[in-house]
Structures are given as structure tokens and as C-alpha cells.
């Protein structure tokens, strides 16, 4: 029998890449920033989503709020908004400053009264605004100003934005990613100052666990049992421990599977307004194609059964479909939930990871095949539909 890697191991190293994926990060502090002017304020806030920090003072006597905002725009010559919402939490009713470069190349800072979703149009808007200026340095824009806010006023609803580009003067929509629209948050302009998202925190803790539910099921559980499936089987010492390793892995797989698909059609049922069409109809293909290969251990003809080349077609061609559109989906929920990139770039090191085992298995396997066939001229392994599975 060849040497191969032991799955017990691989799961191993497989479920610590998982932790790890899981782990939050956030480094940078707004306390370190440098720019013009930044000794004038005396708060900062480091802004919970689209790497955007807020500066600001607030003259309690005369009620008049000065800000530094800043953030990257979603792409060069893109904007920054940073906006009040005097009559609600979100984007609907904000009173918003928004810098970008105009056509002459100079920074400038426009105000817009935003009352729906759509097209902007420059605006006067509910506050005097004045002394508001931008500037614009390796890829960070930084809005200035000053606003007479309510007397009195202890919080104020902020909402932030960043977009990718500005046509004839006229700022172009944002993105709708999960970083745009939690990009909300209470602002305490008296006392100590913590960033308090508005109603965005467990909608985004169940996102979380939507990925990492499909991450551990479709991502690596699933192509972990495929893995066993089509390599261990050759070693005829693996039998019949591959076959329940396989059931096992696919199984949990499934069932981990099935509780990531729910909290998705959960997530979706609550935000009527926002649809991911393509990753939700994959989502569901994934599921029910998923369905349809548990039946399959159930269908099982006997190894030597006349149908059993027509079960073998149907489990690897459903098989091998979810592992692709599992994957791809994968991908796909990464760009919507826009996760902190080391969890990306985990995540590729395990497909990495496992494609490199899946390679070196299939060279193993034909190495032993061949040798077999050599010594024993046997019906030869063809890589799929070989007679050595188990009944
Ligand atoms: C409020 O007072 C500060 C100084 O205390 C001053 O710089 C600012 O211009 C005043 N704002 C308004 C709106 O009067
Ligand atoms: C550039 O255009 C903006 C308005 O689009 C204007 O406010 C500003 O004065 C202009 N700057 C120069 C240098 O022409
Ligand atoms: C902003 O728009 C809303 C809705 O169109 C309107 O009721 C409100 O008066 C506007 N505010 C200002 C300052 O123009």
C-alpha cells in the first residue's frame, strides 16, 4: 500500500483553518491618523465599516459640530459622503456632505437632501453647513466641515458612504455590500465616545455564521469527502474505511449544509429590498442537488448490478456539480459579506490545500494502478468507475 496523507490529520489542519477564518480583526486607529488640521478636533472614531474614521468637535455653548471625515472612495475618482439623518437611522432622510474631484480636478464638497433611493441632485439641506472643503491624497479623501446642529442635541444619527465614480457632476450609486449598508451608526456628541452600530450588529453576527456554516459544510467538508471517496478507495487496506469516512464526511456536510442554506433564505426573507439573485439561486441548486446525492446512498445497486454504472454516472456528475457551484458560491458570499480579506485569502489557502492533496493523490493512485495492472494484468483502474468500491 502507498503512503497517503491521513484524513484524520487533514480534517485537523482543515478545522484550524476554519478558526482562524473565524477570528475578527480591526487594526488601525483613527488616534494614530495624521492630516491637515487634525489637532483641531478632539474626539475620533474609528467608523465600524468601509474603513472611514470621523473626527469631529462639538461646541456644546453654540451647538456648531466641526468633522473631519474620512475614507477611501469604493474606486479612484469615486466620493465620500458623510451625513446626518436628523428623522431616521439610515441612508432614507439624511442630510448628507459629499466630497469628490469635479471636472476642473479640484476637490469639492456638495450637499444633497437624500429623500429616496435613486439619483442625486445637489440640495440646501437642513443644517447650515459652512467652511466645508476636501482633499483627496494616495487613494483617502478627507471631508472637512462645520454644521450648526440642533441645540441640545446629545446623539446624532450618522450615516457614511463611499462610491465608485461621479458622471457630469453627478455623484453614481454605491454599492449595496453588507460594509454599505451597515454603514450606520449612533454618534455621542457628549461623554465618552464608542461606536454604537444602529441595529446592524446581530444582523451581521448572523451573516457571519451563515458563512462560516456553508465555509465549513460545502467549502471543505464536502470536498474532504469527495477527496476520500476517489483516492482511498484504491488502497486495499482503506476498505471499508474510506466508504464510511466518505458517508460520514458528506453527511455532516450536509447537515451543517442544510443549517447555512436556512439562515441564507432567513437572511434574505429579511431584507426584501436587497437581492444577491445569483448566489441565492446557487444556494439553492447547491441544496437540492445536495438532496438528491443523499438518495443516492440509498439507490445504491449492488458493485456488480447492471444499473451500477448508471448510479455511478449520476453520484459522481451530482457530486462533482456541488463541489464546483459549492465553491464558486463560497466566493460569491465572500464579495457580498466583504469579510476582513485574511478570511478570503484562508479560505484559498484550504482549496489550495486541498487541491494539492487531490493531486498528489491522483498521481499515487496511478502509480499503484499501473504497478497492479503490471504485475497482476488486471481490469485496470479507470479512475471513476472502477469495480473495487465497496457493495
Ligand atoms: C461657536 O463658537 C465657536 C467658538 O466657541 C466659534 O468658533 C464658532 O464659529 C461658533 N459657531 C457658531 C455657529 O456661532
Ligand atoms: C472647480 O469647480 C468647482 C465646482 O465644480 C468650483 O467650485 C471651483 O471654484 C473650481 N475651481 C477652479 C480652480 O476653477
Ligand atoms: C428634503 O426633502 C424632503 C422630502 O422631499 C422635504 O420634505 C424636506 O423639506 C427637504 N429638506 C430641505 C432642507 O430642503
Redesign the pocket.
Known sequence: MASSPSPASDFLVLTLWALLVISPVHSLTCSSQTFTNNGLYKKCLDLPTLSSYLHWTYDQSNSSLSIAFIAPPSKSGGWIAWAINPTDTGMK?S?ALLAFKSDNGSMTVKTY?I?NIGPVTE????FDVWDASAESSSGVMRLFAKLKVPSNSQTINQVWQVGPSVTGGVPDAHSMQTANLNAKSTLSLVGEQTATPSGTDSRTKKKNIHGVLNVVSWGILFPTGAIIARYLRTFESAEPAWFYLHVFCQISAYAIGVAGWGTGLKLGSESPGVQYTGHRNIGISVFCLATVQIFALFLRPKKDHKYRLYWNIYHHGVGYSILILGILNIFKGYDILQPAKKWKSAYIIVIIVLGAIALLLEAITWIVVLRRKSSKSTKPYDGFNNGQGRQ
Open positions: 432622510g442630510q437632501n429623500s440640495s440646501k439641506i437642513s
